[in-house]
């Protein structure tokens, strides 16, 4: 590939565009969402098909949303919101329910690694999480030593593993046709359904994945010369139209892998392990798929959730470390923060919680973390004087007020039903 895009063709010039979207879209892949909707399928067969199908949409809008916020104004979401926050008490108050849920991700990936190592080699699980914790540390020094352009390759790279490791068990063992029909239409099934369907939702519209992407956009696309407010008008509104258009096809095509492995996954199980005992964990799946359909899906399956782990590992340290740099203007090595970080998902590990469990309840509390990162989102995006001529459109913003609606609800609705109802 020719080092200066703009000296090549028009398709290596479009390819060089994209990158940034399918980095973030492994957050959408990481083991709490094979827990969720493995689990989903599991407990309810096809039933919550349509809060798969819902969250990827919504997901769509919302990536799009935070990397133009990123390539515009070359700022991350982070940062916007920290220059914005009048008192320190305010921005740190944010900061640290952001912490959390990024905390909450860490605990997802390095679990997910760790069962997955379990699985496969038979790894004692503590010892799982520290080797995928010291392999996500090796693909951060790739990102800060190799540049923006290299991490992505490698992360593309197991992406396209975590794919195929999730999607060949529907072809051994395909799904009902009329039941994913049936599992479009909006219903819960008591209390615990609607748990699993704030758990997917968590999983799938993550909140550190909202923060990733306006970073990862900002760093690949950071204003140029000729997009500075002193340069020329038309070639500057060019050049981003042109960034763009790109950037809707990069979002266009990392959902449709993402959206289509967490239907795979949910459609697996629904169609091979529904009221199979026990198969509402990993391990129990794993074993389930082994005997049911044979060792090359259940390995392939494990395989996925190892290069899951590894790859939403590395992306979400990324993520909190942009968090913590755009809300208290500290920047921590992320190296040092890695260190730091792994140590909630390692005490779970060391005490001996349930994996599956763990993984679940770390999606439940992503799910609640969404609206403060969503809201500020779609509320800076539609400001002019954040984005100028590349505001939101009023249809824009109405589809993220509805979505904002819609996960705030369905939280109400976990939360009441939990506490007051069955």
């Known amino acids: 590939m020719p080092k200066n895009p703009a000296a090549a063709g028009p398709r290596t010039r479009a390819a060089w565009l994209l990158g940034p979207a399918l980095v973030a879209g492994v957050a959408y892949l990481d083991p709490g969402n094979v827990a969720s909707n493995m689990t989903a399928g599991a407990r309810y067969g096809y039933l919550l098909v349509w809060v798969v199908v819902l969250g990827n949409v919504m997901a769509w809008l919302i990536q799009y949303l935070s990397a133009k916020l990123g390539i515009v104004t070359g700022q991350s979401l982070p940062e916007l919101l920290g220059a914005r926050f009048r008192t320190h008490a305010a921005r740190r108050a944010y900061w640290l329910q952001a912490e959390l849920v990024a905390m909450a991700t860490d605990v997802a990936e390095i679990i997910g690694g760790a069962v997955a190592l379990w699985l496969l080699f038979g790894v004692p699980l503590l010892w799982g999480g520290l080797i995928t914790g010291a392999v996500s540390i090796v693909l951060l020094l790739i990102q800060s030593r190799r540049g923006a352009r290299s991490f992505e390759f490698v992360i593309i790279g197991l992406m396209a593993i975590i794919a195929l490791g999730f999607t060949y068990g529907v072809f051994i063992g395909p799904p009902d046709a009329s039941g994913v029909a049936g599992g479009l239409l909006p219903r819960f099934d008591g209390t615990d359904s609607v748990l699993l369907a704030a758990s997917i939702l968590g999983a799938t519209i993550m909140p550190h994945a909202i923060y990733a992407h306006s970073s990862l956009a900002r760093d690949r696309f950071r204003p140029s010369e000729?997009?500075?407010?002193?340069?020329?008008?038309?070639?500057?509104?060019?050049?981003?139209?042109?960034?763009?258009?790109?950037?809707?096809?990069?979002?266009?095509?990392?959902?449709?892998?993402?959206?289509?492995?967490?239907?795979?996954?949910?459609?697996?199980?629904?169609?091979?392990?529904?009221?199979?005992?026990?198969?509402?964990?990993?391990?129990?799946?794993?074993?389930?798929?082994?005997?049911?359909?044979?060792?090359?899906?259940?390995?392939?399956?494990?395989?996925?959730?190892?290069?899951?782990?590894?790859?939403?590992?590395?992306?979400?340290?990324?993520?909190?470390?942009?968090?913590?740099?755009?809300?208290?203007?500290?920047?921590?090595?992320?190296?040092?923060?890695?260190?730091?970080?792994?140590?909630?998902?390692?005490?779970?590990?060391?005490?001996?919680?349930?994996?599956?469990?763990?993984?679940?309840?770390?999606?439940?509390?992503?799910?609640?973390?969404?609206?403060?990162?969503?809201?500020?989102?779609?509320?800076?995006?539609?400001?002019?004087?954040?984005?100028?001529?590349?505001?939101?459109?009023?249809?824009?913003?109405?589809?993220?007020?509805?979505?904002?609606?819609?996960?705030?609800?369905?939280?109400?609705?976990?939360?009441?039903?939990?506490?007051?109802?069955?």
């Open 226 to 422: 000729n997009r500075r407010k002193d340069a020329a008008a038309a070639d500057a509104a060019i050049d981003t139209r042109r960034v763009l258009r790109a950037t809707r096809w990069d979002v266009t095509i990392a959902l449709a892998i993402a959206g289509t492995v967490n239907l795979c996954i949910l459609l697996l199980a629904a169609a091979n392990l529904a009221g199979v005992p026990g198969t509402d964990s990993l391990e129990g799946a794993y074993a389930a798929l082994q005997s049911g359909i044979g060792p090359v899906v259940a390995t392939l399956f494990a395989v996925g959730l190892l290069a899951s782990g590894l790859a939403s590992s590395a992306v979400g340290a990324y993520a909190g470390a942009e968090i913590m740099h755009g809300l208290l203007r500290i920047r921590i090595p992320l190296l040092v923060r890695r260190l730091v970080t792994l140590v909630p998902a390692l005490a779970i590990l060391a005490i001996g919680v349930d994996p599956t469990l763990a993984l679940i309840i770390s999606q439940v509390v992503l799910s609640f973390g969404i609206p403060f990162a969503l809201i500020p989102l779609i509320a800076l995006t539609a400001k002019t004087d954040v984005l100028g001529a590349y505001r939101n459109r009023a249809w824009t913003t109405a589809a993220g007020i509805l979505a904002s609606v819609f996960l705030v609800a369905l939280n109400g609705l976990l939360l009441w039903l939990t506490l007051f109802g069955s």
